[in-house]
């Protein structure tokens, strides 16, 4: 479920003069019964409104005198959200006859034509106060106040996210929290602005406009949204036309290291941030250190704590970044096992993380490794980046619903994972830089996209290759010229150990044959290192204990502050 709540209007939305028809309530209780809240954010004063409308437990919250009031009617409690109306304004507003005029909680309101009246005795006595409309009336009330920080109140008392809500109106004083959810609908009689703004104009009025947006609730949840509002634009496809991951799909990101991947996932968060939906990335291999919008814990040195990740996790607009780099992969599967119950327990109630982001996931999600089957099931909104779908879980390939593949191995990327899931595709050639081929399961063909570049500057696997685990496959050999060594650097800083420890018939071995280089340019992906030490290999004038030198500061040079 994508939406959790339903936030409405009072007059002009749920009411039509001041009455809700009965077929309105009906639809308002299908709505809980599907395990929706529903929040009422009304102009009105709560005594008022208990006077015309007597069904306040069809409400989870109500959001009184344009965001000034909030009410539990399961508790029976009050909270005043802001200051009360100055005893000045009020006196000189009375003393200009201006009326009828309520005094509320915290709201002042009357009626036009005296806004004229209420704005010269604000003037006049100096106060910060802002006027707001609502087809004729005239409320004032502190600045910052209005149905949008109301509500927000209103969702952190229910711990709901304000992308997971969908709000409908009918006036002025709407557009704010309309604004603030992550669907906004205005029934037939709304004013044309406020219609003109909204994601979905409803064909009917009144009460009978919300049932009509309630049964489509029930229906289509994300989908009474329009793909460009609900979706994260990725790219283009050959025909120019914009291409976009639906909400809550399962993603898995494949192909060539070093082709890009994590790059494209640093868009996705961008794109996330710019949708004001919140992520969390379990990054193993430091890719995701100086990720913009989001907080870090772990590092290089320090394993994360999954308490600590948590409580982040439940604080919310925040975005959060798992270092594991510091943990076996023994250690990271077991602090993802340890982390999703909570975090899918977390989404279901809130909606947030609207997204989780598991780079290298082979890692957390091997192939053959048994207890995985229901991971990727508990989230329907993840994305698994790995070089090979044969390097994860068959089980968790057989979750993924969009494949999206770069470089050279792409199209067998598409294949394995169609392979997996019993489909049979064709897939276009290699992909060539900043290309992906995408595929939606089950769809008979895959398509070429060329993928947006993400704003922030990707650095790739600089805490990785460092002090972390390349693994056996990658780690370089110190062998000798007649193999009588056997010592392997397992990342940057081992190397550096090593290339002290070794003979300098070794070293100068390696360094002759540009093995260094090769090691440097393919494994680390480091082409300009790759450059300086076939330089240094050519300077046949240094001695072993000079190459070393300069191998070293070449290293640390660029490296030294993960080291």
């Known amino acids: 479920m994508h ?80 200051a009360p109306p100055p005893h000045a304004l009020i006196e000189r507003l009375l003393e200009r006859k201006v009326g009828p005029l309520s005094i509320g909680r915290a709201v002042l309101a009357t009626w036009e034509p005296h806004e004229r009246e209420v ?30 920080s109301g509500l927000k109140a209103a969702l952190r008392h229910l711990d709901i996210s304000a992308p997971n809500v969908v709000a409908v109106g009918d006036a002025e004083n709407d557009h704010a929290f309309l604004g603030a959810c992550g669907c906004s609908a205005a029934v037939a ?3 044309p602005a406020l219609r003109n703004a909204a994601d979905i104009r409803l064909m009917r009025d009144h009460g009978a406009g919300v049932v009509e947006l309630i049964d489509a609730l029930l229906r289509e949840d994300a989908h009474i949204l329009p793909l460009a509002r609900r979706g994260l634009r990725i790219g283009s496809d050959e025909d120019g036309n914009d291409i976009y991951l639906e909400p809550d799909t399962r993603v898995l990101i494949g192909g060539d290291s070093g082709i890009g991947k994590s790059r494209f996932a640093k868009l996705l968060t961008e794109r996330m941030v710019d949708r004001g ?48 780099v510091a943990l076996s992969l023994a250690e990271r599967r077991q602090l993802f096992a340890d982390l999703l119950p909570s975090i899918t327990q977390l989404r279901n109630r809130t909606g947030r993380p609207h997204w989780v982001i598991i780079d290298e996931a082979h890692h957390i999600l091997p192939a053959g490794h048994e207890n995985v089957h229901k991971l990727p099931e508990s989230i329907p909104a993840i994305v698994m980046i790995t070089v090979s779908p044969r390097s994860l879980a068959r089980q968790a390939v057989a979750t993924a619903e969009t494949i999206l593949a770069f470089g050279k191995s792409a199209p067998e990327v598409i294949e394995i994972t169609a392979s997996i899931q019993g489909h049979d595709v064709s897939p276009p050639g290699a992909c060539a830089e900043n290309e992906a081929l995408g595929w939606f399961v089950g769809e008979p063909t895959p398509w070429r996209i060329k993928t947006d570049l993400p704003q922030q500057l990707h650095h790739r696997h600089s805490g990785k290759y460092a002090v972390g685990d390349v693994g056996p496959e990658h780690s370089f050999y110190f062998r000798g010229p007649t193999g009588s060594v056997f010592l392997s650097a397992r990342n940057l800083s081992n190397f550096l150990e090593l290339a002290y420890q070794v003979d300098d018939e070794t070293w100068e071995h390696h360094l002759r044959a540009g093995d260094y280089s090769a090691w440097f340019r393919d494994v680390i992906k480091d082409e300009a290192l790759a450059r300086e030490c076939e330089a240094i290999a050519f300077d046949r004038a240094l001695s072993p204990q000079e190459s070393r030198q300069r191998v070293r500061d070449a290293v640390r040079q660029r490296y030294v502050a993960t080291m």
Request: proline share 6%.
């Open 119 to 148: 704005l010269a005795a604000i003037h006049e006595l100096g106060l910060e106060l802002q006027i707001t409309f609502n087809k004729g009336a005239v409320m004032v009330l502190p600045p910052g106040v209005n149905k949008a």
């Open 3 to 82: 939406f959790l709540a339903l936030a409405t209007d009072y007059d002009g939305t749920l009411a039509h003069d001041g009455f809700v028809a009965p077929e309105t309530c009906e639809a308002l209780r299908r709505l809980k019964e599907s395990g929706r809240r529903i929040i009422l954010v009304t102009g009105r004063e709560l005594q008022p409104l208990k006077a015309a409308f007597a069904e306040f437990a069809l409400f989870d919250l109500i959001v009184a005198e344009n965001g000034a009031v909030l009410y539990d009617p399961g508790e029976g409690t009050e909270t005043t959200l802001a």
């Open 189 to 191: 009689n709304a004013l």
């Open 277 to 324: 939906l919140e992520f969390c990335v379990i990054d193993p291999e430091g890719d995701y250190e100086d990720l913009a919008h989001a907080v870090q814990i772990g590092s290089r040195a320090e394993p994360p704590s999954p308490g600590e990740a948590l409580r982040l996790l439940h604080a919310a607009d925040l975005n959060v970044v798992v270092n594991a």
